[in-house]
Every structure is written in structure tokens, then in C-alpha cells.
T-cell receptor, first 113, second 120 residues
Framework: GNSVTQMEGPVTLSEEAFLTINCTYTATGYPSLFWYVQYPGEGLQLLLKATKADDKGSNKGFEATYRKETTSFHLEKGSVQVSDSAVYFCALRGGTSYGKLTFGQGTILTVHP | GAVVSQHPSWVICKSGTSVKIECRSLDFQATTMFWYRQFPKQSLMLMATSNEGSKATYEQGVEKDKFLINHASLTLSTLTVTSAHPEDSSFYIC????????????????FGEGSRLTVL
């Protein structure tokens, strides 16, 4: 079956530091890959996505590249802000899953001024 | 943008009682919704797929008589935890698919803010 493994948190950074949150997956076929973010008291929001190998998803300064050879989809941001403090979830959707997602365990990010 | 709302956001109940959690799509019709459960420091686990006007499809290992799902309208799905016990304490999250013309999925998926259940 499908599975997603994220680096364990929590991750604590100072403002303007570089962020990497690792995500690797196991899936059959050609899944789509996602990063979701959950701010305190809010629902999960789609941050970025990639639907095929070598695609790069990007949004709000965050980037992630779909690497089929390493089955990875690591999230990066060059300079984090306090407002980026949230929980980040890596997820995949199999080709025939029609909206069903398999999630990683989530990584708590805290950014200090 | 599209919003999915859950209610209540947190609930505390006594063991043996039943608790209902609502998931509403506020500005779009959602023929399909999903219910997830999240344990502390663990990923969201899909419990079931809720389809408007038909029975929910449960994932393997999820007790359908324990977690009753009703999707009676295009904007509302409910999850009822029956005869709740402390091991049912968890964070429950719903998501909804946004469909467009002819009921086809637009590719958009929206999540509720979650409901935290604590069973004493």
C-alpha cells in the first residue's frame, strides 16, 4: 500500500533561516504529491503540489520537487518567517484514489523572531 | 475561497455516550467527503469515504457500527461516535471534494479545521 514518511519534529528555527522538511513515499504507479499546512485553529490548506516526476511545486516561497528516483518530495524555503509557524503534512494521492490522501505524520515548525 | 467547517471544534463526553460531529461545505456542494482520524504525533488516517445519498465506504479496520456516517445533503456529512470510550479520544478531520460541471471533480480538496474529542 501507499505510505508517506516525514522527518520528525518539532523543528525550531530563527527567522530568515533555511528550512528543509524531508518527505519520502512508497506508492505503486504514479502518485500525485502534496504539501499541506495547518495553522493553529484552522483546517489543512494546500501549500503546493506536483503531479509527475521532476515537477516542482511552489507557493509562498516554499518549493518541493517530485523526485521519482529517490521517491522524495522534500519541502524547502530559503528564509522562513514567524508567520510560517504551523504543522506541515506531506501527502500523496494514488492515480485512482479520487481525493483519498495518504498523509505523513506531520512536522511542527516553530519560527522565532 | 471554498470553506469547510466542522462543529464542534472540541467536545468532552462521558464514556458510553454518543457524540456527533458535523462537516459542512459552506459555499459549494460536496457529493463526496472524507473522514480522517489523527492520533497525537501520528499521521491522518482515512476512516471512511462519505457519499451523498448512499452508504459510506469504510477503510479496513474501521468499525462501521462504531463510527456512523451520514451524508444526507450535498453540504453536510456527520460522523457519530457511538458508545464512546477513552480510546476513541482523537482529533477527527473531514475533507470535501469540490465538483464542477456535470459533477466532475475539479481536483480541489478542502479540509475542515478538525474536531477534538475527549472521552472521559
Amino acid at each position: 500500500g501507499n505510505s508517506v514518511t516525514q522527518m520528525e519534529g518539532p523543528v525550531t528555527l530563527s527567522e530568515e533561516a533555511f528550512l528543509t522538511i524531508n518527505c519520502t513515499y512508497t506508492a505503486t504507479g504514479y502518485p500525485s504529491l502534496f504539501w499541506y499546512v495547518q495553522y493553529p485553529g484552522e483546517g489543512l490548506q494546500l501549500l503546493l503540489k506536483a503531479t509527475k516526476a521532476d515537477d516542482k511545486g511552489s507557493n509562498k516561497g516554499f518549493e518541493a520537487t517530485y523526485r521519482k528516483e529517490t521517491t522524495s518530495f522534500h519541502l524547502e524555503k530559503g528564509s522562513v518567517q514567524v508567520s510560517d509557524s504551523a504543522v506541515y503534512f506531506c501527502a500523496l494521492r494514488g492515480g485512482t484514489s479520487y481525493g483519498k490522501l495518504t498523509f505523513g505524520q506531520g512536522t511542527i515548525l516553530t519560527v522565532h523572531p | 475561497g471554498a470553506v469547510v467547517s466542522q462543529h464542534p471544534s472540541w467536545v468532552i463526553c462521558k464514556s458510553g455516550t454518543s457524540v456527533k460531529i458535523e462537516c459542512r461545505s459552506l459555499d459549494f456542494q460536496a457529493t463526496t467527503m472524507f473522514w480522517y482520524r489523527q492520533f497525537p504525533k501520528q499521521s491522518l488516517m482515512l476512516m471512511a469515504t462519505s457519499n451523498e445519498g448512499s452508504k459510506a465506504t469504510y477503510e479496513q479496520g474501521v468499525e462501521k457500527d462504531k463510527f456512523l456516517i451520514n451524508h444526507a445533503s450535498l453540504t453536510l456529512s456527520t460522523l457519530t461516535v457511538t458508545s464512546a470510550h477513552p480510546e476513541d479520544s482523537s482529533f477527527y478531520i473531514c475533507s470535501a471534494i469540490r465538483t464542477g460541471v456535470l459533477g466532475l471533480w475539479t481536483g480541489e480538496l478542502f479540509f475542515g479545521e478538525g474536531s477534538r474529542l475527549t472521552v472521559l
